[in-house]
């Protein structure tokens, strides 16, 4: 039952709030100091048709919460005046491959400790950088991974100077996803091999728009156009600049995308808006019955030999 008081709370102060002004849906969505920011509220515990509630698939159960702690180092960078922290998770020192993982929407690099351990396991080491307003990184404002693009890009040059990798890839869900993409669009160092997008979206206009129809019942205006010249005075961009879909145009990046053929949170369909229009070299993989972000849980062995074998056939040896 708690599941659903939590529901009828979330939408019921959204409703509130869009009904006082619609710069409200910015805040609710966007703004993390903000007392109506909807994770805060929701507690990770919203259960919709369109949100998962079993996270385990992400988080993993307490063993990994402590092999996560005893391993995981943490780092800093100083962006844009914004104090912003990674962990890192290391092998022995012959290794030299890593994978730079980018964590969702709303929550933490801790969030994605199960994804950290099976990406361990196959042999790589791991950066999971902290999007800005997220976890231990400074910063109020969610950039929907467009502003986060150039934070990740700092990150691997840090890995860059700092280690000396033979191989970079990238990997991200969700939001994570759409940021690890919008990476592959800007000029990166050829270290960087190889990357694996997990149900991103086409575009921040495009998603925002799906979830105000989806989960509001709202028209796109006013809501979308007042909370994008916010997003404009705020964060320096609106959100039809943020194209996910025009990234991809300009990468020469190997991609593998995945998409769970039941998602209606990120649409199934933006998959292959995202692959047809990728100009690098690509492959992708339907999970069938997967809701959003759970491809990895409802087929396991599929997904994780798929990630190993694009992986390695990417990297230079």
């Known amino acids: 039952m ?8 979330v939408l019921l102060i959204a409703f509130i709030a869009f009904s006082i002004h619609p710069s409200s849906l910015y805040k609710f969505v966007l703004d993390t100091k903000s007392f109506v920011y909807m994770p805060a509220i929701a507690e990770k515990g919203l259960k919709t048709d369109l949100l998962p509630i079993d996270i385990t698939g992400y988080t993993g159960d307490n063993s990994v919460g402590a092999w996560f702690n005893s391993k995981a180092t943490s780092h800093y960078l100083e962006v844009d005046g914004l104090r912003l922290h990674a962990y890192e998770l290391k092998h022995k020192e012959d ?11 709303g929550f933490g690099a801790e969030m994605m400790r199960n994804f950290a351990l099976k990406l361990y396991d196959l042999g790589y080491n791991i950066l999971l950088p ?4 997220h976890g231990k990184s400074e910063g109020r404002y969610i950039g929907m991974g467009w502003i986060e693009r150039y934070d990740v890009i700092k990150w691997i040059e840090y890995l860059i100077d700092d280690n000396n990798p033979s191989n970079i890839g990238l990997f991200g869900v969700s939001m994570g996803a759409s940021t690890a993409l919008n990476v592959t669009g800007e000029k990166i160092p050829d270290v960087v091999k190889a990357c694996v997008a997990d149900c991103g979206y086409t575009s921040v206009s495009s998603e925002f728009e799906e979830q105000l129809k989806q989960l509001f019942k709202l028209p796109k205006e006013p809501f979308l156009t007042m909370a994008s010249k916010i997003n404009e005075e705020y964060l320096g961009f609106e959100f039809d600049e943020a194209d996910t879909v025009a990234q991809v145009q300009k990468s020469s990046t190997p991609t593998l995308f995945i998409h769970g053929d039941m998602d209606k949170f990120v649409p199934f369909e933006m998959l292959d808006i995202l692959y047809d229009n990728a100009n690098c070299e690509k492959e992708k993989l339907v999970v069938h019955g997967a809701i959003h972000g759970m491809s990895s849980d409802v087929e396991p062995e599929l997904y994780w030999n798929k990630v190993s074998d694009f992986y390695r056939k990417h990297f230079t040896r």
Do not use: F, K, P, T
Request: proline share 0%.
């Open 130 to 133: 902290e999007a800005r307003a």
């Open 2 to 9: 708690w599941w659903i008081i939590g529901g009828i709370v």
């Open 95 to 105: 290794v030299r491959d890593y994978i730079v993982l980018c964590h969702g929407y």
